[in-house]
């Protein structure tokens, strides 16, 4: 007998106890269970949600080692130290700071889902594998363990758990942390100090009376917010050799993960190609009002609104939500026409947030929250529509 039927033999016989879903989803996860799901959100295919959300954190794996390696760069760079960015010395310093962010984000994530799984009597669900890579990589790299700690515990529960776990939340869990942790311990995520690892000690030493030479980790968008022009040229920003959260930066692996999860079906390109639609938009008509010079150089508006319109593409984490976020299978639009409009909506927001609230230059979290609470009436009204509309033509075929 091999492992795999001891296995399940084993399960067989502790149908009735308690710890059995702890024991389950360690099995499930080595193995593919031999029976179908019976509620919540699951895949109607030959692979099982697990599978397919292992799909979506190997996209991610590529953002996070990269992260590692600019983590320790833009760490020197702002120190003033010559390094090169595919260095040990870089990859050392990213990995001291972001592996414990990756061990925090599962343990006590999965530790929630563990506790509810038993406690209800459920199977433990694949949600947060995804979730669990996710949220290390929206986060600044020096934000406090214990704060992602209480917010990853906050986004399980109230993000998930609360509306009857994976499958039936409204809104997506790891922007539901980050958003947390946005609005409870605001100066730990946002300012021009939190996105390279040392910035704020080094300038609270410098405050202190310490005799050190002035450090800055601000990026583009904080820049544009504050009326400077950015200081990155175009290959920066696409390659990501810039400041920012740890696996926003690059804009060609997230294009690449992106590819790869339209090639493997995973996500919805109607709704990426949408909210690129959407942002293009919206970056032309604020490109228009300043070409037009109905605002001013002196406008606290005027510096993003001036930005080139598909710049907005390449900056802040606007790829790495539309790819990664926005797709979301559970709280996205699930019809192809409230995809479009869905998507489209996310891009167009994102951009007028970050014009319109300097204080919080990046829009597109709060974007896709809002369109998650809007995405289920989106989907009644592309239904009603159709339903109309073929009563219409039965109605004129059979008059």
């Not at 968008?221 to 696409?238: C, E, P, V």
């Not at 008509?285 to 390449?314: C, D, P, Q, R």
Request: with cysteine; net charge neutral.
């Amino acid at each position: 007998m091999g492992v795999k039927e001891k296995l399940h033999n084993f399960r067989e016989k502790n149908k009735d106890k308690k710890w059995l879903p702890a024991f389950s989803a360690f099995h499930t996860f080595l193995y593919t269970p031999n029976e179908t799901t019976h509620s919540g959100g699951h895949v109607r295919a030959a692979d099982d949600l697990k599978r397919t959300m292992n799909m979506v954190v190997l996209a991610m794996i590529p953002c996070l080692i990269f992260g590692m390696f600019n983590t320790g760069y833009q760490h020197y760079l702002a120190f003033g130290e010559a390094v090169d960015f595919l260095s040990w010395d870089a990859f050392l310093v990213g990995l001291t700071k972001i592996l414990p962010l990756v061990i925090v984000s599962y343990v006590v994530g999965l530790g929630v889902e563990f506790i509810f799984a038993i406690i209800k009597g459920h199977e433990v669900e694949e949600g947060y594998l995804v979730t669990g890579m996710l949220v290390p990589l929206i986060v600044p790299v020096d934000i406090p363990l214990w704060m992602l700690a209480v917010a990853v515990i906050f986004g399980v529960v109230i993000g998930k758990e609360v509306f009857g776990g994976t499958g039936m939340n409204i809104l997506n869990p790891a922007l539901t942390i980050r958003a947390f942790l946005f609005f409870a311990y605001p100066t730990w995520m946002s300012g021009d100090k939190v996105w390279v690892h040392g910035a704020t000690e080094r300038a609270n030493d410098i405050i202190g009376g310490a005799n050190l030479d002035a450090i800055s980790g601000e990026t583009i968008l904080g820049g544009l917010a504050q009326g400077h022009q950015a200081a990155y040229s175009i290959s920066d920003m696409f390659f990501g050799f810039i400041p920012g959260s740890v696996g926003e930066t690059s804009t060609l692996l997230i294009l690449l993960a992106g590819l790869f999860l339209i090639f493997t079906k995973i996500a919805s390109w109607r709704i990426m190609l949408s909210a690129v639609i959407g942002a293009l938009v919206m970056g032309l008509i604020f490109n228009g009002v300043t070409n037009a010079e109905l605002i001013t150089e002196s406008s606290k508006f005027y510096t993003l609104m001036s930005t080139e319109f598909w710049h907005h593409l390449l900056i802040g984490g606007f790829a790495f939500g539309v790819v990664f976020m926005a797709t979301d299978p559970v709280t996205a639009s699930q019809t192809n026409k409230g995809k479009w409009i869905y998507g489209f909506l996310i891009g167009f927001i994102s951009i007028m947030i970050r014009v319109f609230n300097p204080a919080y230059p990046e829009g597109v979290m709060l974007a896709i929250l809002l369109m998650n609470v809007f995405a289920p009436t989106i989907d009644h009204y592309v239904v009603q529509g159709n339903v109309k509309r073929r009563l219409k033509r039965l109605k004129a075929k059979t008059a």
